[in-house]
């Protein structure tokens, strides 16, 4: 749990001094998120972050991680394709619980971005949570020249989005192992998922 609060962490508020673009690109997808959440109507901040989490994430990248192996059955493709609009809305089921936990939260976010390669950027962050400090770290990805998203926010050396993804993949394989030739292990992810009485439908 204090894994997934950390990586929702940023979304909480935020004080930033960004330089190159990477960074540059956290600190306004932070002062957005700061804005929303200072609002006083709940379906505001609920829509707010919903339209925040689709266009900021790495949505497409994310499925892929959540999905691994079973993201590749063809006779799962229509699922598949629908799987990333999900993404924001499981986000958003995930962090809601935390950001209404109570405490103070700041982020700072460091100047320059580490390049890991194939246009992967890894920028370093401090969560200050009720005054005690937590290093971390959000991986964006550069899509096109300046078209940056969001792909997975690190703590300890682990991966958030990896660790969601490990209960899903249980999941799929249970249901995979029910039948190996027809079944529909990411079509019953999906609704497995969505009918949980406290998942949050993102518009």
Not at 98 to 104: I, K, S
Not at 141 to 160: C, Q, T, V, W
Request: aromatic share 8%; hydrophobic share 45%; glycine share 8%.
């Amino acid at each position: 749990m204090k894994r997934i609060f950390l990586a929702f962490a940023i979304f909480l508020s935020a004080e930033a001094f960004a330089k190159d673009a990477a960074s540059l690109f956290l600190d306004q997808t932070l002062t957005s998120a700061q804005n929303i959440l200072a609002e006083k109507d709940e379906s505001d901040r609920l829509n707010g972050m919903c339209a925040l989490l689709k266009e900021s994430m790495g949505n497409a990248a994310i499925s892929r991680v959540w999905l691994s192996t079973y993201g590749q059955m063809d006779r799962e493709a229509q699922a598949v394709a629908r799987f990333p609009e999900l993404v924001p809305a499981i986000m958003m089921t995930k962090a809601i619980p935390l950001l209404g936990g109570g405490g103070e939260g700041s982020i700072k976010v460091d100047e320059a971005a580490k390049s890991r390669g194939n246009n992967i950027y890894e920028v370093g962050v401090t969560v200050t949570v009720n005054g005690k400090d937590h290093r971390g770290a959000a991986v964006i990805e550069e899509l096109a020249p300046g078209l940056f998203k969001i792909n997975d926010a690190e703590y300890m050396g682990l991966s958030a989005v990896t660790y969601q993804g490990r209960d899903f993949q249980q999941f799929m394989k249970r249901e995979f192992e029910k039948d190996p030739v027809n079944s529909m292990p990411v079509s019953a992810l999906i609704q497995h998922i969505t009918s949980q009485s406290d998942f949050i439908n993102c518009p």
